[in-house]
């Protein structure tokens, strides 16, 4: 089974850019998304990428603002934040699922998880 390990968090002041990175031990699998969990609040979906030709899928809190993307060398897949705001904030966790073929908004949809990253946004 595909491993998944999120790095890159950290607290920064609103405004600011952090990337995350969600490295693989493959990416072989067609899509991979970013999700994000806040204290009391539901799982978020975030981003999603469909690996066949890279098509990214943003959620409309964060379009313009962040990019997904992927480097397959790499085994790697990164979510760019521009433009933080506080209520961004929130763990931040990769997830996909084996033999998905389309980005799904619902986290129950996905089967392997990486252990998440935080990610601050104070002044």
């Known amino acids: 089974q595909v491993q998944l390990v999120e790095s890159g968090g950290g607290l920064v002041q609103p405004g600011g850019s952090l990337r995350l990175a969600c490295t693989a031990s493959s990416l072989d699998y067609y899509v991979y998304a970013w999700f994000r969990q806040a204290p009391g609040k539901e799982r978020e979906w975030v981003s999603c990428i469909v690996t066949s030709d890279d098509s990214p899928y943003d959620a409309d809190s964060v379009k313009g603002r962040f990019a997904i993307s992927r480097d397959q060398v790499a085994k790697t897949i990164f979510l760019q934040m521009n433009n933080l705001k506080p209520e961004d904030a929130a763990v931040y966790y990769c997830?996909?699922?084996?033999?998905?073929?389309?980005?799904?908004?619902?986290?129950?949809?996905?089967?392997?998880w990486g252990q998440g990253t935080q990610v601050g946004v104070s002044s």
């Open positions: 997830a996909t699922k084996s033999r998905m073929r389309y980005c799904d908004a619902s986290w129950r949809e996905y089967g392997i």
